[in-house]
C-alpha cells in the first residue's frame, strides 16, 4: 500500500481510493437508510438486513455495535455513518464522543466542545510525537 501523507496523522481516516473500496459496500448499506422502507426493514432486524450486503464481520459488527470510528477505520465514509445515528434517532453528538479518544458520553462531549473543544496536545504527527517522547 501506497504511504500518503496524512497516514502519518494520529486519529485521521481519509475516505480515499484506499479506504473507498475497502468500505465501499459498507457505505451501499449505509445510504438505503435515506429510504424509510429500508429503515423499517433494517429496524426489524438488523442482523438479517445486513446480511444482504457484501460487508465483512469487521464491518458488520462495527454497525451492530454503533462502532462508529470502528467504521470509519474499516471504510465508512462520516457522511454515510451520520445516516446511522439519524437513523437511531440521537444527535450527532453521540457519534462524535463516540469516535473520541476516549470515548466520550454526550454530556463528556457537550462539555469538551463548550470549554474550547480538543487541546492539541496528542493531535500531532506521530513522527513529532516520537522525537518530542
Do not use: W
Amino acid at each position: 500500500m501506497t504511504a500518503r501523507d496524512y497516514d502519518d496523522v494520529p486519529g485521521t481516516y481519509v475516505l480515499d481510493s484506499r479506504h473507498y473500496r475497502r468500505g465501499y459496500h459498507l457505505n451501499m448499506f449505509l445510504m438505503t437508510l435515506n429510504k424509510a422502507e429500508c429503515r423499517d426493514e433494517f429496524a426489524a432486524d438488523e442482523a438479517a438486513y445486513l446480511a444482504k450486503f457484501k460487508i465483512t464481520d469487521e464491518q458488520k459488527q462495527a454497525v451492530l455495535a454503533r462502532d462508529y470510528l470502528g467504521m470509519l477505520k474499516v471504510g465508512a465514509n462520516v457522511y454515510y455513518a451520520f445516516k446511522l445515528v439519524s437513523h437511531d434517532k440521537k444527535p450527532p453528538q453521540v457519534m462524535y464522543g463516540k469516535m473520541s479518544d476516549p470515548e466520550l458520553s454526550f454530556d463528556e462531549f457537550q462539555q469538551m466542545m463548550i470549554g474550547g473543544g480538543r487541546p492539541i496536545d496528542g493531535n500531532r504527527s506521530k513522527s513529532e510525537q516520537k522525537e518530542s517522547g
